[in-house]
T-cell receptor, first 115, second 114 residues
Framework: AQKVTQAQTEISVVEKEDVTLDCVYE???????LFWYKQPPSGELVFLIR??????QNEISGRYSWNFQKSTSSFNFTITASQVVDSAVYFC????????????FGAGTRLTVKP | DGGITQSPKYLFRKEGQNVTLSCEQN?????MYWYRQDPGQGLRLIYY???????QKGDIAEGYSVSREKKESFPLTVTSAQKNPTAFYLC?????????????FGSGTQLSVL
């Protein structure tokens, strides 16, 4: 069975601080995909990144970076120099190779960035 | 602009009543999904459809029903058999049913029981 754990329920930081959101996953598949989505107060989830299990390279996109480590089954997300607009709920998700129907979401981490 | 439209944004259900949540997409996506979000929990899959006139149950389909008569539309009915319907419902779509495709989401419907 696939499972995603986001142990941090809520995080609060002050603007310009760096913050890391943790994601640990479980799967028996050798090929799988990991995602991060952002849910702002408006409600819709917005795609941030997709990573397949064969690609362990870390990725940086502006102030966002992702650290994928298969050895620890983790896919952590770091926001550098956080801004108030980063306040949202962030979800980590795991999907099998064959279809999206078994996509599993973590419980989400609510990030509040205070001015 | 292409996207997914969910309506209404807020919905109230009376005891014993069936209610229908609308989901329309103009992204030309084949696959569509319904998720339920409860506070402090991740999204759970209710139903999904990979092609018109075909749909499959997800993890928590009991008390829900769907139809897929058109590619663009995937309405969800919350029936009276669903005893705990209060939740935030999200509709999503993707280009195919394969695992590497990202999901596009609507802005959700908050359903509450009167």
């Amino acid at each position: 069975a696939q499972k995603v754990t986001q142990a941090q329920t809520e995080i609060s930081v002050v603007e310009k601080e760096d913050v890391t959101l943790d994601c640990v996953y479980e799967t028996r598949d050798t090929t799988y995909y990991l995602f991060w989505y952002k849910q702002p107060p408006s409600g819709e989830l917005v795609f941030l990144i997709r990573r397949n299990s064969f690609d362990e390279q870390n990725e940086i996109s502006g102030r966002y970076s992702w650290n994928f480590q298969k050895s620890t089954s983790s896919f952590n997300f770091t926001i550098t120099a956080s801004q108030v607009v980063d306040s949202a709920v962030y979800f980590c998700a795991l999907s099998g190779y064959n279809n999206n129907n078994d996509m599993r979401f973590g419980a989400g981490t609510r990030l509040t960035v205070k001015p | 602009d292409g996207g997914i439209t969910q309506s209404p944004k807020y919905l109230f259900r009376k005891e014993g009543q069936n209610v229908t949540l609308s989901c329309e997409q103009n992204l030309n996506h084949d696959a569509m999904y319904w998720y339920r979000q409860d506070p402090g929990q991740g999204l759970r899959l209710i139903y999904y459809s990979q092609i018109v006139n075909d749909f499959q149950k997800g993890d928590i389909a009991e008390g829900y029903s769907v139809s897929r008569e058109k590619k663009e539309s995937f309405p969800l009915t919350v029936t009276s058999a669903q005893k705990n319907p209060t939740a935030f419902y999200l509709c999503a779509s993707s280009t195919t049913g394969e695992g590497y495709e990202k999901l596009f989401f609507g802005s959700g419907t908050q359903l509450s029981v009167l």
